[in-house]
């Protein structure tokens, strides 16, 4: 048997090859996974941005000789086990987390339970036990089968999108949440991203604050139509905000010169929180900027926190409640936030790559891939 990795250049992410593995034995213990279907979002672009500086590309090192300067982008989406050498994991058992960009994968499965089980593989051993989970479909309460594109696609978004969201709240929107007549403002750039409009979706709840999302000129209808967006501007409109409201910026771009124009506009901006990297052409550092420093949000962080103080069993209804409510309106019958594309085989995957590499395509759509032809 052989699987066949997608493979980007570390240090450009433009480059880009399909390489082709012979699989070797399993050795006791572990299952091979043919990995059926995965998102292919901005978020995995970010992944590959900030590789080196938060340890994607650790996850799932490139085998051979040249595995320094090539890297497997991380993704989440479904495999069902191939092969098995684990008593506790049956051959045909579905299951949903985080992969490379192959055919198949090779897991250790530790701590197992009804409802998964963690990579226990020893390269893994020191990387954050969030992204080392799998979960068996057929206990997960997020997973319905006629959902599972959407689950693919939004699901890790959300959770993310959930996290900041309870982040700044947690924090009391660091004093932007207005007072009086006045309310606080959430500047969100990359307004149509995904992980964007999830926050927004949750922000829009909160009292106090109005959620401004920021966008190119092409996307502002779109991000309009979602609803949870007070206010829609464009990059080059942010006179349209009083320079001196009390503000929060929540990147979503990486945009350098668009944190320095909000840093160099917003004299009340209370804190500058870095997201992702959408806008991969224009990433750059943050020093010498007025105002806070821009802090990189780190999703597990806040996990740990919330399970330590509400347990993980509360901090998981509460997400899985809030999860189901913004399914319902994204993958809604009747005007969907998201359409979902299906694309195979080799081809396919590289050219889907290079369009979100490139930010292009239609912010409704979301692409759901396979290696596998």
Known sequence: MTTLDFLVRKDQLGTTEVRRADDGPLADGEVRVRIDSFALTSNNITYAAFGDAMNYWSFFPVRGEDNSQWGRIPVWGFGTVQQSLHPGVAVGEKLYGYFPMSTSVVLAPVRLSPAGFSDGAAHRASLHPVYNQYLRCHSDPYYTA???????????????????DDFLADNQFFGASGQGDQRGVMLLSSASSKTAYGTAFQLAQREGIEVVGLTSAGNVAFCESLGCYHRVLRYDQLEQVPADTPCVYIDFAGSAELRRAVHTRFVNLKYSCAIGGTHVEQLGGSKDLPGPKATLFFAPAQIKKRSGEWGAEVLGQRLVQAWHAFVAKAHAPVKPWLVVDYHHGPEAVQAIYREVLGGKGDPRRGHVLSLND
């Open 146 to 164: 006629y959902t599972e594109a959407v689950q693919a696609l939004l699901r890790p978004l959300f959770i993310t999108s959930w996290l900041i």
